[in-house]
């Protein structure tokens, strides 16, 4: 093999090395919009939910009359009830109430992704599962959600129709537009009353969840550090 050769065939090395890097890094900041974008759907409302309900151990006894409970006092109240579930391919949000005096408004990168009118057709719907995106399905889908690359599915639906899903009332419940604690209170003491449940249950969560993070991220960051190192080999190596 003559030097020409050599040279070449290293120096294709060292092409494949950099352009498997650039893809890579590529790939890795098209995961961290996608990180953000997850992050707003995550965090949506957060700022006008300062209580928390947390409903643990409910008997299925109850579970009905709970959500007729809910969905009355919501209404009187004028606040949104709002519960989040992220089950890695899919992000789902149960709404009951009213947004009526809520700002609902969602956007990412300047594009509007929810909105008030778009949350009273799902709460408004006669189809109990109907939803804001198409997690369950076209025929009950009444508006699409703009979709992010490896982002889960996103769907906004009524809550019933999510607690149905995940065959269990066990979950954080936001209570968003409910600013007095006497309200808050109020409700306590009334699913108290239904299911003879001590009221600091209501107040705590009893179990949560562990992440194993996110393989494919730490995958891409480990390639960049091995096409790093042997881009810097090829590098000694040439020069």
Request: aromatic fraction near 10%.
């Amino acid at each position: 093999m003559n030097k020409r050769t050599l040279t070449k065939r290293t120096s294709l090395v060292g092409y494949a090395l950099l352009i498997l890097q650039t893809f890579l890094i590529f790939l890795w900041l098209l995961l961290g919009l996608r990180d953000q974008y997850t992050s707003t759907w995550t965090n949506y409302l957060n700022d006008q939910s300062p209580y928390t309900l947390y409903l643990n151990n409910i008997p299925p006894t109850k579970k009905d009359e709970i959500l007729a409970y809910l969905n009355q006092v919501s209404h009187q109240k004028n606040f949104l009830l709002v519960r989040k579930e992220n089950n890695d391919d899919l992000f789902n949000i149960g709404v009951m109430g009213t947004p009526k005096t809520i700002d609902v408004q969602l956007s990412f990168g300047g594009q509007s992704l929810l909105d008030k009118s778009k949350i009273n057709k799902v709460l408004q719907s006669s189809n109990p599962n109907a939803s804001i995106g198409q997690a369950n399905g076209t025929i009950n889908q009444l508006a699409p959600i703009s979709s992010f690359w490896f982002s889960p599915l996103i769907t906004v639906s009524k809550l019933e129709s999510l607690v149905k899903n995940e065959d269990t009332l066990r979950g954080s419940y936001q209570l968003v537009g409910v600013n007095d604690k006497q309200t808050y209170d109020n409700i306590i003491n009334q699913l108290h009353k239904i299911t003879d449940i001590e009221k600091s249950d209501f107040t705590f969560i009893q179990s949560g969840s562990a992440s194993n993070g996110d393989l494919l991220k730490d995958s891409i960051i480990l390639g960049i550090i091995l096409t790093s190192c042997g881009l810097l080999a090829f590098f000694l190596i040439v020069f």
